[in-house]
Structures are given as C-alpha cells and as structure tokens.
C-alpha cells in the first residue's frame, strides 16, 4: 500500500472536499466490517496503524489512502489474526513498495498475543483449573482470606470447583493490595467497576457474537480482548489522574 501522489482523477484527496469524517469512514468501512466502530478506528488511530489529517480545530480528516489502510488491519485481523505489532510491520513493507504474502486463513489464537498487542501480560496459562489448596499456595493467602475474598465477590469458583488463571492473578493482587493496609471489603468498589466495565465491553461484542458470519463470531473475542485492554489502559490513566489531582 504504498504512498501515492494524489491527483484530481487518482482517487485520492487533493483538499478539504475529498476527505472524509471519521463519521463517514465508518460508514464505508460497516458494509464490509459491521463489527467496527469509532472507538475501533480511533484505537487504530492511537497504535499508528493510520494518520489522518487534523483540521485546525482538531477534527480528523481520512484520504482515500486511509480508509485503504483502515480496510486491509480489519481484514487482515479478521481473516489472518495477526497481532498489531505484525500488521504495522506488514504496512510499512507495502508502504516502501515491498511484496508482503499474507498466511493462509488461520484459527482464532490462545488468546497471549492478544492481550500483550493490549498491554496485559497473562501471569499463567488462560486454561488453567487449579483446587482450593493450589490457589491458596499460589496466592500466599490463608483459608479464612479465601472465604472472605468469595464473600465480597472478588474471585469465585467455577461449577467444577477449580479456579482459572485469572483467580491467581486477583488473588496475587489481593495479597500485595493487603500489605498496604487495604482488605478485601475495601476492594468491593473496585470489584463493581469492573462488572460495570465488562458490561459495556458486552454490550459491544454482543451483537457480532450474533453475527450470520462467522468469522464475525468469531472476531468478537478479538474485539472484547481489545476493549478490555483499553478499559484497562483507561482506568489507570484516570487513577493516576486522580492522585495527582489530589495531590497538587
């Protein structure tokens, strides 16, 4: 996809009148890819896979080139999937001229590249199921601690009574959490904003799990793994905002 000198009669935006809203972007890029959205292509926008201009009250503009580029990530995800890091190395190639064969379409991954293209780094395997004692050992925590932990709804057992990875995770923070002085009544609000976080990640990815294509199916937990990442980027941002605040 390399960089073309535009021209009246190329396709290609040559002033204001030939660029496009993100608004309209959207638009052309939905009868293809229904699952998009704003927020989609903006996050794009933020891991420099596509450019728009910026008018000077800050509205972005899409050339035909980027609404082209915007096309080829969506499809190459959905088709391919292929991690972000891989895809802006496959842009760059094309943008120098360079042929870049793609792989055959593939089944959906263990989900580790995805979350580290988010910035969450999975501290053991997602398909884990551990036992009480197991996660107690891992976790450094005591009996009682567990059944507290349960009590507020922090972490749960699944119908088979084991716990997944996630389980260790939380239960390790937990911990750390608690040699500050924080105890897990204390956590009760931070458990309730993730509830509320994953409800809105839900009512994203719903529709595509819905979807007659399954491919589309299939991309929803691309797109819920991409939303959490960002929820979680997000939250900590307005965290560190928070303090700050407090602390001028």
Avoid: C
Wanted: charge should be negative; avoid cysteine; aromatic fraction near 4%.
């Amino acid at each position: 996809m390399p960089r073309t000198q535009g021209g009246a009669g190329d396709g290609t935006a040559t002033g204001d009148s030939a660029l496009l809203s993100i608004g309209a972007v959207l638009g052309q890029l939905q009868d293809e890819f229904p699952e998009v959205t704003i927020s989609k292509i903006r996050f794009l926008e933020a891991e420099g896979l596509v450019e728009p201009q910026r008018t000077p009250s800050g509205y972005r503009k899409f050339a035909a080139r980027d609404v082209e580029r915007l096309a080829y990530v969506l499809r190459v995800q959905r088709d391919h999937y292929l991690p972000l890091r891989v895809i802006r190395e496959h842009l760059d190639a094309l943008d120098r001229g360079e042929h870049v064969p793609l792989p055959g379409p593939a089944e959906p991954r263990d989900g580790h590249d995805l979350l580290t293209d988010g910035g969450i780094e999975p501290e053991t395997p997602a398909e884990l199921r551990i036992g009480r004692a197991e996660l107690l050992a891992a976790t450094g925590a005591d009996g009682e601690e567990l059944d507290q932990w349960e009590s507020y709804g922090l972490v749960e057992a699944g119908r088979d009574g084991g716990y997944d990875a996630e389980t260790v995770n939380i239960g390790r923070l937990i911990v750390d959490l608690g040699r500050f002085g924080l105890e897990p009544r204390h956590l009760r609000a931070v458990k309730a904003a993730a509830d509320r976080e994953a409800g809105l990640v839900e009512q994203v990815v719903a529709p595509l799990r819905l979807h007659r294509n399954p491919q589309t199916r299939t991309h929803a937990e691309v797109t819920a793994r991409e939303l959490a990442a960002l929820s979680v980027r997000l939250h900590a941002a307005m965290v560190q905002s928070a303090l700050r605040v407090k602390l001028l």
